[in-house]
Nanobody, 120 residues
């Protein structure tokens, strides 16, 4: 049973922006770190950004080098959603984007993802 559902993908021109959403259910959402991953054509799935569970101590975030200064991950535990704001998109960002609970396990279930297509 997939626990996180991605949305917000679409087609955009290079330099444009998109905001992805990751919706969760149940009590697990707010107590777990979540990550965005992507699979681009011809490449292995890779980490894009990660965010800790949050709480009184705030949240910690981590970005892949290609995402730094262009992408921003955030979360709203009250809404059970995690977001990925992507700016200055490049053709190389084209791919399918997934969100998952962290840490990754051998049994981690991946959803359908959301397709991003960036054209020149």
């Amino acid at each position: 049973q997939v626990q996180l559902v991605e949305s917000g993908g679409g087609s955009v021109q290079a330099g444009g922006s998109l905001r992805l959403s990751c919706a969760g259910t149940g009590n697990k959402f707010s107590s777990n770190a979540i990550g965005w991953y992507r699979q681009t054509p011809g490449k292995e799935r890779e980490m894009v950004a990660q965010i800790s569970s949050g709480g009184s101590g705030g949240t910690n975030v981590n970005y892949a080098d290609f995402a730094k200064e262009r992408f921003t991950i955030s979360r709203d535990n009250a809404k059970k959603e995690v977001y990925l704001q992507m700016n200055s998109l490049k053709e190389a960002d084209t791919g399918v984007y997934y969100c998952v609970y962290l840490p990754l396990r051998a049994w981690t279930m991946w959803g359908q993802g959301t397709q991003i297509t960036v054209s020149s």
